[in-house]
């Protein structure tokens, strides 16, 4: 018969239920202090590597200037970052008016989607405009709400 089911907080709290072989591995598992009285001692802080005071040295003693050769600065800027894809508000083709692009989200059927995404590979492939996904449904949306009179 199986022994009644108590919660991890009663158990714990009644050791004289519990068998010599369970005590003995919840006292393993119990940390031991390192010892009976720890002292803490506060580090110490390292003193800073001296700095060396810089050493004036006077025109005369100094080797001459090279004004005959420029001196030429290593090319240090960097080039701007070309955006990838279109900026927001931008349209695919040249030539075509400027509409601004809004984000929204729909769920549409799993087979709609993946005929979506072939028409687009292959248009693109062919370098058919438009080709891009979302340009490709807008076109089609944009049809069929003529169509529809809207």
């Given at each position: 018969?199986k022994?009644?089911?108590?919660?991890?907080?009663?158990?714990?709290?009644?050791?004289a239920?519990?068998?010599?072989?369970?005590?003995?591995?919840?006292?393993?598992?119990t940390?031991?202090p390192?010892?009976?009285?720890?002292?803490?001692?506060?580090?110490q802080?390292?003193?800073?590597?001296?700095?060396p005071?810089?050493?004036a040295?006077?025109?005369?003693?100094?080797?001459?200037?090279?004004?005959?050769?420029?001196?030429?600065?290593?090319?240090?800027?960097v080039?701007?970052?070309?955006p990838?894809?279109?900026p927001?508000?931008a349209?695919?083709?040249?030539?075509?008016?400027?509409?601004?692009?809004?984000?929204?989200?729909?769920?549409?059927?799993?087979?709609?989607?993946?005929?979506?995404?072939?028409?687009?590979?292959?248009?693109?492939?062919?370098?058919?405009?438009?080709?891009a996904?979302?340009?490709?449904?807008?076109?089609?949306?944009?049809?069929?709400?003529?169509?529809?009179?809207?």
């Amino acid at each position: 018969m199986k022994p009644e089911r108590r919660s991890m907080t009663a158990a714990l709290q009644s050791p004289a239920d519990l068998p010599p072989e369970a005590l003995a591995l919840i006292k393993a598992g119990t940390p031991k202090p390192l010892s009976s009285n720890p002292v803490v001692t506060p580090p110490q802080a390292e003193s800073p590597a001296p700095v060396p005071s810089p050493v004036a040295i006077s025109r005369e003693s100094a080797p001459p200037a090279a004004d005959s050769l420029p001196v030429q600065q290593p090319n240090t800027e960097v080039p701007p970052r070309r955006p990838r894809g279109r900026p927001k508000g931008a349209v695919s083709r040249v030539g075509e008016e400027a509409v601004r692009l809004v984000g929204t989200s729909y769920r549409l059927p799993e087979d709609l989607v993946f005929r979506v995404m072939k028409a687009s590979a292959e248009r693109k492939i062919r370098r058919i405009h438009p080709w891009a996904q979302q340009d490709v449904v807008a076109e089609a949306l944009n049809a069929w709400l003529k169509s529809a009179g809207y």
